[in-house]
């Protein structure tokens, strides 16, 4: 079996220790969330998520199921 982890919140931040600053992300650009409430550099990656084709085949074979 294969195993899949999805974290809920990705870095994502201006890294102003570099000059210039450079924006540091791991979640595509336009697919950003809200940032975290306990970690300022980390952003909700769920927009980006919601897009991933395992995670809507995931909800449309398995979530649909258990309604």
């Known amino acids: 079996a ?6 809920g919140y990705e870095y ?6 570099e000059d210039p600053p450079e924006f540091v992300s791991q979640i ?13 550099s980390r952003a909700d990656a769920s927009p980006w998520l919601d897009q991933v084709p395992v ?3 995931f909800r449309r074979q398995v979530l649909a199921k258990a309604r």
Do not use: K, Q, T, W
């Open 55 to 57: 995670i809507r085949a």
């Open 28 to 40: 595509p650009a336009g697919f950003a969330g809200e940032s975290s409430e306990v970690d300022a």
């Open 12 to 17: 994502h931040f201006l890294d102003d220790s």
């Open 2 to 7: 294969d195993d899949l982890l999805l974290p």
